[in-house]
């Protein structure tokens, strides 16, 4: 059965049925926040609070388990009103500021149709590139169908000129910012990429919810994640979220594409498919335990070309028995857990551990370097309403992951989807730092990052764990001497600093000035440094997040 072209016709049509001939969504809004960072930032504080017991690394947050904690402050401040007497300067009034653009309301339906923005212009220092920008325009189109069924659309055109490096990255990956498949490369580092996706959503009870569509997921509580992030692009998927007392439990289903054209059959892109399980137990109001664990398979080794099995989609096995049990090359599997401790209000501690192939022996030669026992881990600290201070968010993160960590003996099922990494954006073999800080004041929003670390690259042909893109036995001479940072090491510092103010309170729309500045080091002095500064200016709706913190 041809199993992406199966689920690619129902999610057209449920969508189409949903949104093209019903036109309708709970309270006008979907059942689960988009997953930005400006929306997190929203309820950080009140979810920070030792009073409430939330399930802070399943994401994105469902609005239903939101709406049941007491937030007594309205972050972006009261709505603006200038006090037009004309009927349609009230309107533009309210759609610029405060309200949703259209909003159409029935007895049983509710729909909210706003604009997406994102133009940006800048002017980095790099050399053999004029003028940067960024142009976005689409429509995001969220709402409700009684009480039960929710659902969002989003359908955008995306043109930018890049600097040199990053419009480089986007060619030879064919994917831009992780949001869409190159579509056209226009010369001059312009690039144009469509956008598209969306969701139904099903919430019978609260204890179940049901969601059909094409988007990304996040599992973790952290700005990175080491089990699945949204730096790569959305995909189709199929999630089931259980909540029962002081546990959640998510299974989600999804189709990956490895796009490279070594990898394609017939001229068509290579799938894959990935089932997830992920256990949240809140222990009590302070602590949480969860456990994690994937398997991706497709066309694989001792089951070549047997795409989807059925045998994934038992919602409560342990995967590593399943896969001895077709066969030792049957699929990737890796397991993993997270944790996370409230210290006092506001400030939560917590902490991400992977875990794949592991060999006893060899971790008595952990510190030779022994090639097996591919981990990552991470560990941060976030502190809403940091020192008091009413708006002030910080954050600080380590994070890190061996040689290997990711990749696959076959490297169809590694850990990926359309070439960029399903987890952290430097693949493997890396250590990173990461600060940040949000000071948000009412409407005015200032934001800045730094994202520090060191990796490595693979030299002269061999392998040396730092490419998840190969397979852990092409390359690899050597049982010993693998470390972080092995090969030709890199050093890379990315630094943001932005102030924006928040037009409208329902979207978040903003306008925007900030610098973005970058520095890529190599050990290898013929490799030339990668340094600018990128100065900016523009308007976003933040409805999904950027990232060019990446090496």
Do not use: C
């Not at 036109?23 to 926040?33: M, R």
């Not at 800048?122 to 050399?127: A, K």
């Not at 000071?439 to 800045?448: C, E, I, M, S, T």
């Amino acid at each position: 059965m041809n199993f992406k072209s199966t689920f690619n016709s129902v999610y057209v049509w449920s969508t189409f049925v949903l949104t093209g001939v019903l036109f309708l969504p709970l309270y006008g809004q979907y059942e689960y926040v988009p997953l930005s960072w400006e929306y997190r930032m929203i309820n950080e504080a009140a979810l920070l609070d030792t009073g409430v017991a939330f399930h802070h690394s399943v994401r994105n947050y469902r609005r239903s388990e939101i709406g049941n904690v007491n937030q007594t402050r309205f972050i972006y401040g009261d709505s603006v009103s200038l006090r037009f007497e004309n009927k349609v300067l009230r309107w533009f009034e309210g759609a610029v500021f405060n309200n949703n653009f259209i909003r159409l309301k029935g007895k049983d339906y509710e729909v909210n149709i706003n604009p997406i923005l994102n133009l940006e212009i800048g002017n980095p220092t790099s050399p053999g590139v004029g003028v940067n920008y960024l142009n976005t325009r689409g429509v995001w189109i969220e709402g409700a169908v009684g009480k039960h069924v929710t659902f969002y659309s989003m359908l955008s055109e995306n043109m930018g000129r890049f600097p040199l490096n990053y419009y480089n990255h986007y060619r030879s990956t064919q994917r831009v910012m992780g949001w869409g498949v190159l579509n056209y490369d226009m010369g001059d580092s312009v690039l144009d990429f469509p956008m598209a996706m969306g969701a139904v959503t099903y919430t019978p009870n609260h204890l179940f919810s049901f969601t059909f569509g094409n988007d990304k997921q996040f599992l973790g509580e952290g700005y990175r994640s080491m089990l699945l992030s949204d730096w790569a692009m959305n995909y189709p998927y199929f999630k089931i979220e259980t909540t029962f007392g002081n546990v959640k439990y998510l299974n989600l289903y999804a189709v990956q594409t490895d796009p490279r054209p070594s990898m394609r059959q017939g001229g068509l892109n290579r799938y894959k498919y990935t089932s997830i399980h992920y256990l949240s137990w809140n222990v009590n109001r302070r602590l949480n335990f969860s456990a994690f664990e994937s398997m991706v398979w497709g066309g694989d080794t001792t089951l070549h070309n047997s795409g989807f099995d059925i045998h994934m989609l038992n919602p409560v096995i342990m995967y590593r028995p399943v896969e001895k049990g077709l066969g030792a090359a049957a699929g990737n599997a890796m397991i993993g857990v997270s944790s996370s401790y409230l210290l006092f209000r506001g400030l939560r501690l917590y902490g991400q551990f992977a875990l794949d192939d592991f060999q006893l022996a060899a971790a008595r030669q952990y510190s030779d370097g022994h090639w097996l026992n591919f981990y990552s881990w991470q560990m941060g600290a976030r502190y809403a309403d940091a020192f008091g201070i009413e708006g002030l968010f910080l954050l600080v993160e380590h994070n890190a992951a061996r040689p290997f960590m990711y990749a696959h003996r076959t490297v169809e099922t590694n850990y990926s989807h359309q070439n960029y990494p399903l987890a952290h954006p430097w693949g493997s073999s890396f250590k990173e730092f990461v600060f940040k800080g949000t000071y948000q004041r009412k409407r005015l929003v200032l934001d800045a990052m730094v994202s520090y670390g060191y990796g490595g690259r693979d030299t002269a042909g061999l392998n040396l764990g730092n490419d998840i893109f190969r397979s852990y036995g092409e390359g690899r001479e050597e049982t010993l001497g693998y470390f972080i940072g092995g090969g030709n090491r890199y050093h890379f510092m990315f630094t943001e600093a932005k102030l924006g103010y928040v037009m409208n309170i329902q979207t978040g729309a903003r306008v925007e000035a900030g610098i973005r500045l970058r520095n890529l080091v190599f050990k290898n002095d013929d490799i030339p440094q990668d340094n600018f500064a990128w100065y900016f200016l523009g308007v976003r709706t933040p409805l999904f997040n950027r990232y060019f913190d990446h090496p």
